[in-house]
């Protein structure tokens, strides 16, 4: 009787052992489950829906504003007039202010219409309508002819002739401001240059792609002492925000692997960008991996303030000496927005306290606040935000799942919480890396267009074509002016002067 009892015991002992693995594994399923209905979800709205970011809390409008402004509803009501089923009514004047005027900088073709018939002699103007519409032309391929004539000076039996004007690609016949635009077109416009032979075909001239090619190799030879100042100057700065992205390279020792293809397959490479945040300078670095050999390289002798996203490459700056790291509030954001579908409470909550903390940001903005007025400002509100939200992270990470997606975004922010709370401590850090992010989104658009770079060194040079470019858009200077300009300058231009060629200090020189 005994040793049944010992056997039952033994038995039940085994099938509880048993449960209780089942249970661990039906709730590792779940999870596993959730976390693809989740990506399922997330996919679906990459493919279908909206890609911002913006939140939309629950509803607010009876609660009072961080800034005391009127509530949206107020807004649009105030002023209004209700229109009612009477005799009396009021006619609401249209608020549309007519069409633009065109810039008087265009030039004018102007076409004068008279009546049929009318006697010019005898008629007299005592008035007219002037329709102004924006006509356009295709764009044109010309052929620059340069004539120097060879004289004899009769008094000295001389021969004269004027010396042949200084040509930026004197072993071919483009004229520099074809190159710049073909620059212009495939790095700020994102035509691949396969698209710009086929519209110079039906403008009558043929240029193969290997002309074109030699063009650009050129043009990023003739620019790279440019490049080189601009990097020094990019670097010197205090305070730079770091980022990658991907560009894909042809490699030509890299077996195509796809349909049994013998030729190159591409390689993934990337894009390090860094973009000093008052200057607005922004410069690519291309390096053929997304190792930290890349951002040591640049930033080995460099000293300040570091934005990024929390990549973990940029954690051995941490014990850099003279480097502080930040991280970005944007990508905590992004977390949280990606977890609503798993537990949209928690999640919805900590979006509303991050749009308060933008919100500020929005305000300091808006009415100009600078320096210690804005650091001010900043301790007064954002700093108790950020403490209140700190400590609801660490107390909300004890009751979730950490491998849940909102036990994934609380756990990126609670490990980088004093990196994301920094930038309330000094009024020149921004709350995000969004500004560096909007200077690599043209690469994104480009990427989609031409697909890859043709090589690693093409790769390098398209990184020097888009950092000095979008360095000309950051501060709206017309990027074909600047590049004609200064390729047909640089090779004459002192090199100990090189740094008035860069887009910020450039004064165009009419002569060139």
């Known amino acids: 009787m005994q040793q049944q009892q010992m056997v039952t015991a033994a038995t039940d002992i085994s099938y509880k052992i048993q449960l209780e693995k089942a249970l661990l594994i039906n709730e590792a399923q779940q999870l596993t489950i959730q976390a693809l209905q989740l990506e399922i979800l997330q996919l679906k709205k990459l493919v279908f829906g909206s890609r911002h970011e913006k939140f939309i809390g629950a509803d607010l409008s009876n609660a009072p504003t961080l800034f005391d402004v009127p509530a949206i509803a107020e807004v649009i009501t105030a002023g209004t007039t209700m229109v009612s089923y009477e005799k009396t009514t009021q006619r609401l004047q249209p608020n549309h202010k007519g069409r633009n005027s065109f810039p008087q900088a265009l030039r004018r073709e102007e076409q004068v219409l008279y009546p049929e018939g009318t006697d010019l002699t005898t008629a007299k103007k005592i008035g007219e309508d002037v329709t102004e519409t924006l006509a356009y032309k295709p764009c044109e391929l010309f052929v620059k002819k340069v004539i120097r004539p060879k004289l ?213 903005a808006d009415n100009a606040i600078i320096g210690k007025d804005k650091l001010r400002y900043r301790k007064e509100n954002a700093v108790p935000l950020l403490e209140q939200l700190g400590v609801w992270i660490r107390k909300t990470y004890t009751e979730i799942l950490p491998a849940s997606a909102i036990g994934k975004a609380l756990s990126y922010s609670l490990t980088r919480w004093d990196k994301l709370s920094l930038y309330a401590t000094n009024d020149i850090l921004n709350i995000d890396n969004n500004p560096v992010e909007n200077s690599i989104r043209p690469v994104a658009i480009g990427r989609k267009n031409y697909l890859f770079a043709g090589s690693h060194p093409a790769a390098q040079r398209a990184a020097m074509f888009y950092s000095l470019l979008a360095t000309c858009k950051n501060h709206q200077i017309n990027p074909y002016n600047w590049l004609y300009n200064v390729l047909n300058r640089i090779a004459t231009h002192p090199i100990n002067r090189i740094r008035e060629l860069l887009p910020q200090n450039w004064v165009p020189d009419t002569t060139a």
């Open 152 to 364: 004899l000076d009769t008094t000295t039996n001389r021969i004269l002739q004027a010396a042949a004007p200084d040509r930026c690609f004197e072993k071919s016949n483009a004229d520099t401001s074809l190159v710049a635009q073909v620059i212009v077109e495939k790095y700020v416009d994102h035509l691949p240059l396969y698209r710009q032979i086929k519209r110079y075909e039906r403008l009558g001239v043929t240029i193969s792609d290997s002309t074109i090619g030699d063009w650009l190799t050129t043009a990023a030879q003739m620019l790279l002492p440019l490049y080189q100042a601009h990097k020094l100057l990019v670097l010197s700065y205090g305070y730079l925000h770091a980022d990658e992205t991907i560009i894909k390279v042809l490699d030509s020792d890299k077996k195509a692997r796809l349909n049994g293809s013998s030729g190159g397959a591409t390689h993934q490479g990337y894009y390090w960008v860094y973009q000093s945040h008052e200057q607005k300078l922004v410069l690519f670095d291309y390096r053929p991996t997304r190792g930290k050999e890349g951002p040591q390289s640049i930033l080995k002798n460099y000293k300040g303030y570091l934005q990024t996203d929390g990549y973990q490459v940029y954690d051995d700056f941490d014990d850099e000496p003279g480097i502080t790291q930040l991280n970005c509030m944007a990508h905590a954001r992004r977390k949280f927005s990606e977890a609503l579908l798993n537990d949209k409470d928690r999640a919805s909550y900590a979006l509303a306290e991050i749009q308060k903390l933008y919100a500020i940001e929005r305000h300091i």
